[in-house]
């Protein structure tokens, strides 16, 4: 069965450090992986997409690549802060481009200053 | 400030009664989304809609969840009877169609079922 696994254990990191978060997936050949966050009591909202063709993509601290051998994205935050603390999601095309995805259940990640 | 908007934004209610949430999308959006997020499964696909049109709703129990877009501005899903089950956040999202294209996600209507 298809299966989306990211680190459900909350992630802890010094402010300024670098957070790396995992989505790993299984029986996927996904077009295109997303990353939300998601603040507490709040719908996740949109950071980064990266394609099946892409390796990586950046978008000011952020940086997100796609190994589709190793069927994994990592998320990274450069120079963190307390203000990044969130649930961060990742999401997989399971439809061949409709839009439809699967969330993965998320990390938490707590910056401590 | 576009977003999506959905009511109630809390709802308690007793095993057996009919729910109804609403969502309305952003304007222009044409793909609209029913999630249910809960602790142990994390955010479920329910049913989706194109131009208003139902594209999916295999993630949605058939037998007393329901989902309609009466117009291009309102989006509804009803649970009918309820069962304190169905406990957890239902979102709503809207996105233009196009792939990889981001979903805007409303807040949310946290349901309680007792």
């Known amino acids: 069965s298809q299966k989306i696994e990211q680190n459900s254990e909350a992630l802890n990191i010094q402010e300024g450090k670098t957070a790396t978060l995992t989505c790993n997936y299984t029986n996927y050949s996904p077009a295109y992986l997303q990353w939300y966050r998601q603040d507490p009591g709040r719908g996740p909202v949109f950071l980064l997409l990266i394609r099946e063709n892409e390796k990586e993509k950046r978008k000011e601290r952020l940086k997100v690549t796609f190994d589709t051998t190793l069927k994994q994205s990592l998320f990274h935050i450069t120079a963190s802060q307390p203000a990044d603390s969130a649930t961060y999601l990742c999401?997989?095309?399971?439809?061949?481009?409709?839009?439809?995805?699967?969330f993965g259940i998320g990390t938490k990640l707590q910056v401590i200053p | 400030d576009a977003r999506v908007t959905q009511t109630p934004r809390d709802k308690v209610t007793e095993m057996g009664q009919e729910v109804t949430m609403r969502c309305q999308p952003i304007?222009?959006?044409?793909?609209v989304f029913w999630y249910r997020q809960t602790m142990m499964q994390g955010l479920e696909l329910l049913a989706y809609f194109r131009n208003r049109a139902p594209l999916d709703d295999s993630g949605m129990p058939k037998d007393r969840f329901s989902a309609e877009m009466p117009d291009a501005t309102l989006a509804t899903l009803k649970i009918q009877p309820s069962e304190p089950r169905d406990s957890a956040v239902y979102f709503c999202?809207?996105?233009?169609?196009?792939?990889?294209?981001?979903?805007?996600f409303g807040p949310g209507t946290r349901l309680t079922v007792l």
């Open positions: 999401a997989l095309d399971r439809s061949g481009g409709y839009q439809k995805v699967t």
């Open positions: 304007l222009g959006h044409n793909t």
């Open positions: 999202a809207s996105a233009l169609a196009g792939e990889g294209n981001e979903q805007f």
